[in-house]
């Protein structure tokens, strides 16, 4: 139990373009989805805080209008990146708190993403 | 402020070596404390995590943990390593407020985990 899913596993994109990124609960209903950002040989980085139906909390100096999250179901969040450029490439995490209670997160495989 | 060290970047052992990775935090308020694990190609996966009571956490595949509030650290420790435990190890901190703060995360940067057969 507790799988969390991403799609793609990859992706590739030209700069200026925009790419979706889906993230979803596979066996449980998460009222909550983080987006984290890791960079190599480093530490995941909070983005935002995604919660079921409200707007995405954004952490400090992570562009909103950027990264777009959108939060529509209880098994469902996507990330957005818009007009992508080369400093987006990176490795995109998110993971998923059951909504039955609990602070334990599961986590995604995550998502490269490769802005050319 | 809110944060999570990992002193070891990276830790070289052969099999059958006893492992610790330390783990510091600051956290101000009651704190949950986990370790996960990244293996090659995969994703985070828990390893163990601590909430409260018994400060000697045990968890997967051998691994052990301690919590000791005096010295804000939570190190994870495994008496004898294997060359499957090769691997990134994260170290993370959580509160238990409620709202939006509820679950939020603050990781460490990581230790590397080289187990030599």
Known sequence: GAVVSQHPSRVICKSGTSVKIECRSLDFQATTMFWYRQFPK?????????????????????????????HASLTLSTLTVTSAHPEDSSFYICSARDWRGGVEQYFGPGTRLTVT | AQSVSQHNHHVILSEAASLELGCNYSYGGTVNLFWYVQYPGQHLQLLLKYFSGDPLVKGIKGFEAEFIKSKFSFNLRKPSVQWSDTAEYFCAAGGRGRGSTLGRLYFGRGTQLTVWP
């Open chain 1, 42 to 70: 480093q530490s995941l980085m909070l983005m935002a805080t995604s919660n079921e139906g409200s707007k995405a909390t954004y952490e400090q100096g992570v562009e909103k209008d950027k990264f777009l999250i959108n």
